[in-house]
């Protein structure tokens, strides 16, 4: 069974540094691996993937570059989402996801397996 | 303002059916694949539909997909009282480069 398990959740000052991580389990760890925000009360989006195979390319969404940063061990399984200044509008749920691509077969890009999310509140 | 446009809530009574509209344009849905990913109250999403219409393993047939030119359709029959979620459309974007989500939907069956 394919398991994403995040890291549990977090408080943090608006200027500290924070690293939430997602460990993938139930299979090879060659898919990339991808990160949603939900703030309170709102709807998804998309923030960017990494590929296990390629850490040294991610890719953001543009609304996120530079704001966040992707890494990834693949020796471990785990990929990791990074703030290196939090603000108090980080305050959100994070899911960390399993992107499939199926570009190669004529099929589409989704999400098909997602963790448990990650609560990350800011404040003062 | 999300780039693919849903209703913000859908109604109706158990045994109903209901449908979720998602539109977007050219960019998105009109030459990607869309899915759909139900986020039942206090949980993660889950993959509901992908590439349009599919159904992954455990996803029973009373969640159908379509799409058509640049707007897709989530339909749910035999509607059940844990069929009560938010429902969310997402493509990928080629002019953003990014993946694109609805607004999402909450569906309350009565």
């Known amino acids: 069974e394919v398991q994403l398990v995040q890291s549990g959740a977090e408080v943090g000052k608006p200027g500290e540094s924070l690293k939430i991580s997602c460990k993938g389990s139930?299979?090879?760890?060659?898919?990339?691996i991808g990160w949603v925000r939900q703030m309170s009360g709102k709807g998804l989006e998309w923030m960017g993937f990494?590929?296990?195979?390629?850490?040294?390319?991610?890719v953001y969404n543009p609304s996120f570059q530079g704001q966040v940063t992707l890494s990834v061990d693949e020796s471990i399984s785990t990929a990791y989402l990074q703030w290196t200044s939090l603000r108090a509008s980080d305050t959100a749920v994070y899911y960390c996801?399993?992107?499939?691509?199926?570009?190669?077969?004529?099929?589409?890009?989704?999400?098909?397996?997602w963790g448990q999310g990650t609560l990350v509140t800011v404040s003062s | 303002q999300s780039v693919l446009t849903q209703p913000p809530s859908v109604s109706a009574a158990p045994g109903q059916e209901v449908t979720i509209s998602c539109s977007g344009s050219?960019?998105?849905?009109?030459?990607?694949?869309v899915s759909w990913y139900q986020q039942l109250p206090g949980t993660g999403p889950k993959l509901l539909i992908y590439?349009?219409?599919k159904r992954p393993s455990g996803i029973p047939d009373r969640f159908s997909g379509s799409k058509s030119g640049s707007s897709a359709t989530l339909g749910i029959t035999g509607l059940q009282t844990g069929d009560e979620a938010d429902y969310y459309c997402?493509?990928?974007?080629?002019?953003?480069?990014?993946?694109?989500f609805g607004g999402g939907t909450k569906l309350t069956v009565l």
């Open positions: 996801v399993r992107h499939i691509d199926n570009r190669g077969n004529s099929g589409g890009r989704y999400f098909d397996s």
């Open positions: 139930g299979y090879t760890f060659r898919y990339w």
């Open positions: 990494i590929h296990p195979g390629d850490s040294s390319n991610p």
């Open positions: 050219d960019f998105n849905i009109g030459n990607n694949f």
């Open positions: 590439e349009n219409y």
């Open positions: 997402e493509a990928w974007d080629t002019s953003l480069r990014a993946a694109v």
